[in-house]
């Protein structure tokens, strides 16, 4: 496979495990406050102020895994050296 080809797949795998374990860690921050609530309705405006900083927390690290896929793909450092080493194989 070429370098532009791996490039494409390794963001595309990064991407998808980074969001499949924030979507799991939001699902389970999401139950505990909504089970927390059902349990103390008093409480619901302290769990809701901390739950949403949590999630908050656990959404910046899909943000963090977009950014790194979108670096392998677009400012890739290696992209020039590929190319001149795909010239030269070519040759």
């Known amino acids: 496979m070429s370098f532009f080809t ?3 797949l390794a963001a595309g795998i990064g991407m998808a495990l980074g969001t499949v374990g924030t979507g799991i860690g939001q699902g389970l921050a999401v139950k505990s406050a909504v089970e927390g609530v059902s349990r103390n309705p008093g409480a619901s405006g302290k ?3 901390t ?5 908050a927390m ?4 899909a943000i963090y895994a977009l950014v790194i ?3 392998i793909l677009f400012a890739n450092p290696y992209k020039d050296l590929a190319v001149e080493l795909a010239k030269t194989v070519a040759k």
């Open 6 to 8: 791996m490039c494409v």
């Open 47 to 49: 769990i809701l102020t």
């Open 51 to 55: 739950m949403m900083i949590g999630l």
């Open 58 to 61: 656990i959404e910046s690290l």
């Open 69 to 71: 896929c979108l670096i």
